[in-house]
């Protein structure tokens, strides 16, 4: 599946791409993902506000999509 992140310039103008990308991969939910991301933002020396949305798909069969 894929993995989509919003984030806030406290987030992404703090880390880098590659650290995003391993604590995006590193971590077992969305939830845990969000979390470690704001919390890597502010121990990095984060003074904005450090906000990180995860969203992460999975795999959906063709007919889930279709009306009932």
Not at 17 to 23: D, G, K, N, Y
Not at 46 to 60: E, F, K, Q
């Given at each position: 599946g894929d993995t989509l992140l919003l984030s806030s310039d406290g987030v992404h103008q703090?880390?880098?791409?590659s650290a995003m990308r391993e604590l995006?991969?590193?971590?077992?939910t969305a939830q845990q993902a969000s979390e470690r991301?704001?919390?890597?933002?502010?121990?990095a020396g984060g003074r904005d506000n450090?906000?990180?949305?995860?969203i992460?798909?999975?795999g959906?069969?063709?007919g889930s999509l279709?009306?009932?």
């Amino acid at each position: 599946g894929d993995t989509l992140l919003l984030s806030s310039d406290g987030v992404h103008q703090v880390l880098k791409h590659s650290a995003m990308r391993e604590l995006l991969g590193a971590a077992e939910t969305a939830q845990q993902a969000s979390e470690r991301l704001v919390e890597a933002a502010l121990a990095a020396g984060g003074r904005d506000n450090a906000t990180a949305l995860v969203i992460r798909v999975r795999g959906l069969d063709a007919g889930s999509l279709d009306d009932a």
